[in-house]
């Protein structure tokens, strides 16, 4: 049986080509990029040359690129630094964020005296931009927006022209969570009025336990770990060269191929929604997943039109026939309170029935929806 992966929001089968490099780099390039003899010098470049690579592409400079171990790292460094070393007194962030956004916001309020206003989320999985619009009037207090550019479990999208427009009028600093938007969309940095994204390579067919945080030059903060003085000081640790090089090589062949990969990308998700819509009517649309200009190309999110009891064999029926996905239902073993961002959106009704993530990637075919979605068929008509 061949399995199917649709779990691609969560990580993505890594190139061959980024292993290929990254095996090369760890048999011979395995200086310390911090010694000053050849060694040293000769991975000091690899990872001056990755650097610019990333802030190129962004049309930034290369001194704002910093390199971080994921994501989460990345968020952390951003939300807690401007507290700390920009005076932050306002977090304005919503509630459908990744944890690695909420729970540190969360940490703040309880250890900083630090306000939380959390802007309102529209059944269409977007965020209310009258209700931004009302918050960032409400107070002269210095404050962050931290918003996500593609939501990681419904795929709905931020307009980020339009609230760093209204950050930009308001003197607010924007962070936008961007883990699920690298590769996938071009950023032109020295245009929009953002201070602060970042990116993980595991999203975008890189290794994992690597990611990046862009930080605005204009911004002065405070070194986020402290001790040597990697990354300009700003994050001591020796650098993971391998790894920095890894993220480099999926960082291109992402964007050398973003309109080939976008296209193929949207057609599965284009066939996978006329196929459901097909096999199983009654099926609906979390958020704005079947809208391509309100959402990603890769994640769509569907409730499926079955009872909770039948539900719980769904994930292992799914696992059964080798199919990968992602469940975001809102209860998913009674215990748990289950999806935030399914809870902040989908009424009572919806609640009560099992949602499932599909997200795709370059490496996924046209037959595999055609399969995954006669399994779905075949799984809500069973007894
Ligand atoms: N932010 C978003 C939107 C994500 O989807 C993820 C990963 O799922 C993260 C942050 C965390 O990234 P990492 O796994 O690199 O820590």
């Not at 245009?191 to 999203?203: C, E, M, P, R, W």
């Not at 909770?308 to 199919?323: A, Q």
């Not at 029935?353 to 799984?379: A, G």
Request: glycine content about 6%; some cysteine; overall charge positive.
């Amino acid at each position: 049986m061949n399995k199917i992966y649709f779990d691609n929001a969560a990580t993505t089968q890594i190139d061959s080509a980024v292993v290929d490099r990254i095996q090369n780099i760890m048999l011979n390039n395995y200086g310390n990029p911090n010694s000053t003899h050849s060694y040293g010098r000769s991975a000091r470049t690899l990872i001056e040359k990755a650097r610019k690579t990333v802030s190129t592409q962004f049309k930034a400079s290369p001194s704002e690129i910093y390199f971080t171990s994921c994501g989460t790292e990345s968020d952390n460094m951003v939300l807690i630094s401007a507290v700390r070393d920009l005076r932050v007194k306002r977090i304005i962030t919503s509630k459908i964020e990744h944890k690695a956004v909420l729970n540190v916001v969360k940490y703040l309020t309880e250890t900083e005296s630090i306000e939380i206003k959390y802007v309102d989320v529209l059944n269409n999985g977007l965020i209310d931009y009258n209700h931004l619009e009302i918050l960032l009037k409400e107070s002269s207090h210095k404050t962050l927006v931290s918003l996500m550019h593609i939501n990681n479990e419904i795929g709905s999208k931020l307009d980020l022209i339009r609230v760093g427009k209204m950050c930009e009028d308001n003197n607010a600093l924007f962070h936008s969570d961007t883990v699920q938007s690298i590769g996938k969309y071009d950023f032109d940095l020295s245009k929009l009025n953002i201070d602060f994204i970042v990116g993980s390579a595991h999203k975008f067919h890189g290794p994992k336990g690597i990611g990046f945080v862009y930080i605005n030059k204009n911004l002065k903060l405070n070194p986020f770990v402290i001790g040597g003085n990697q990354e300009r000081g700003m994050r001591a640790g020796t650098e993971s060269v391998h790894n920095i090089c890894g993220l480099e090589t999926a960082f291109i062949e992402s964007y050398q191929n973003i309109i080939t990969n976008n296209k193929h990308i949207q057609n599965l998700k284009t066939e996978f929604i006329n196929q459901i819509k097909k096999l199983i009517p009654s099926i609906k649309f979390n958020g704005s997943c079947e809208n391509n200009l309100l959402s990603s190309p890769s994640i769509i999110n569907v409730c499926l039109p079955i009872s909770k009891e039948k539900s719980v064999l769904l994930e292992f029926n799914l696992d059964m026939k080798g199919i990968a996905c992602s469940r975001g239902s809102a209860c998913q073993s009674g215990s748990q309170s289950g999806s935030h961002v399914l809870n902040s959106i989908l009424s009572k009704e919806d609640l009560d029935k099992p949602s499932l993530r599909f997200s795709f990637s370059k490496y996924n075919s046209s037959e595999e929806v055609v399969r995954v979605v006669s399994v779905l068929k075949d799984f809500v008509e069973s007894n």
